[in-house]
């Protein structure tokens, strides 16, 4: 029954962008590509442009065009939808995120970075494993170092700092930096500002969370599906 959540979908998009297994194309379409609105060879070009530059031996044009088509065809939402008997249909449970929108009429592709519903433990999750994945062990707190995703240690890091950052809470998401705040707005209102919170620090805004072993907050999410159930 958790494979028809949401949440279990957002989990697994979280791993393929944490895997040091997963093809750079995930990498770099969440991280690096700035297109809201694009066609498929568009995307392509500039995929194989970066591939060129950051490995020594990049795969070959049909491997990339195929794992990036994989990649869309994974994410992205058709409208209109194609007329069939939903039984025959094979639609990929990512495309339920709203990360993507593909425009069968036109071809465009079309990413929402607006705010989206996620739920807040999957967010902690996010920010446990990148805090892990960017600072190893440590992450920069204030003016001290704090030990990183190790239950009720204490993450703070600024916003601007934050949207430099290879697999950001914002990147993940496919937010802005905007819709990004807004969500931890909405987050402090529900949770408290003893769980997450908007700080201030050398007069920037600040993401503040209490951090959890990525392993306490899938526990979150599943245990509050049992217990709704």
Not at 210 to 215: A, K, Q, R, V
């Amino acid at each position: 029954p958790f494979f028809l959540e949401d949440s279990t979908w957002w989990i697994l998009h979280i791993q393929l962008l944490f895997s040091e297994f997963t093809t750079g194309s995930w990498k770099w379409f969440f991280n690096n590509f700035s297109f809201q609105r694009f066609e498929r060879s568009a995307a392509l070009e500039r995929l194989k442009h970066h591939l060129s530059i950051h490995m020594k031996r990049p795969p070959s044009s049909a491997t990339i065009d195929r794992d990036l088509g994989c990649l869309l065809a994974m994410y992205s939402k058709v409208l209109p939808p194609v007329t069939s008997d939903p039984e025959d249909a094979i639609v990929s449970p990512f495309t339920s995120l709203g990360l993507m929108t593909r425009y069968r009429n036109s071809g465009y592709y079309r990413l929402h970075r607006e705010k989206k519903r996620i739920p807040f433990s999957v967010f902690g999750y996010a920010v446990s494993k990148y805090a892990r994945s960017e600072f190893g062990d440590i992450v920069p707190g204030g003016l001290e170092i704090q030990y990183a995703g190790h239950s009720g240690e204490k993450f703070e890091e600024s916003f601007v700092s934050l949207s430099k950052q290879e697999n950001n809470p914002a990147r993940v998401f496919g937010l802005t930096d905007e819709s990004l705040f807004e969500l931890v707005q909405e987050y402090e209102d529900q949770f408290g500002s003893e769980n997450v919170s908007i700080g201030g620090m050398a007069g920037e805004r600040t993401l503040k969370l209490t951090l959890h072993e990525p392993e306490h907050w899938l526990c979150d999410i599943y245990s509050a599906k049992e217990a709704a159930a």
